[in-house]
């Protein structure tokens, strides 16, 4: 069962959908799109409010441009060891500047979950049975000490998130 969590708790009625070949968004749903579907649905028309889902192989910088369009950009996370949506995260909140809300979906454990929020997701679809279990007891793993920048601002203000020191 997949749950999805932000810093502020469980979010009851998502309204998002990753739409694949077998399942569509229904009338109350959103559909999250592949690149290449989003690309194709934005030259069509003018239709704001979208979703799209970048996998590990896909080109972020695609979406410049179209990103006043993109209320959700979900960054797809298909095993633990396959860290290339940190890099899509990072490059939407740095270079990019968007602001709109980052969702890890896919193997989303809780260690990586602090290193997903320096990153910039927001968001996250939770179905790990450790991870589900430690976000409802408010059990977040943190980390101490950063000794690089990130995209989400240090909660220290006027330092530097990698010259903090403990």
Not at 38 to 43: S, W
Not at 66 to 74: E, F, P, T, Y
Not at 81 to 108: C, K, M, P, Q
Request: charged share 25%.
């Amino acid at each position: 069962m997949t749950k999805i969590w932000n810093e502020a708790g469980f979010v009851t009625d998502d309204p998002w959908v990753i739409e694949t070949e077998d399942a569509k968004a229904g009338s109350n749903e959103k559909a999250i799109l592949g690149l290449d579907d989003f690309l194709a649905k934005v030259a069509e028309g003018d239709e704001t409010g979208l979703g799209v889902l970048i996998s590990p192989a896909d080109d972020v910088r695609r979406l410049e441009g179209h990103l006043d369009r993109i209320a959700l950009v979900a960054v797809a996370f298909p095993a633990f060891n396959d860290g290339r949506a940190f890099s899509h995260a990072s490059l939407l909140r740095s270079r990019l500047t968007y602001a709109g809300e980052i969702r890890a979906v896919g193997d989303v454990l809780i260690d990586q979950i602090p290193l997903m929020l320096r990153c910039g997701i927001d968001s996250f679809a939770v179905s790990n049975e450790t991870a589900l279990k430690r976000l409802s007891e408010n059990r977040l793993p943190g980390i101490e000490n950063h000794y690089q920048p990130t995209a989400r601002p240090s909660q220290d203000a006027g330092s530097y998130s990698w010259r903090r020191r403990a």
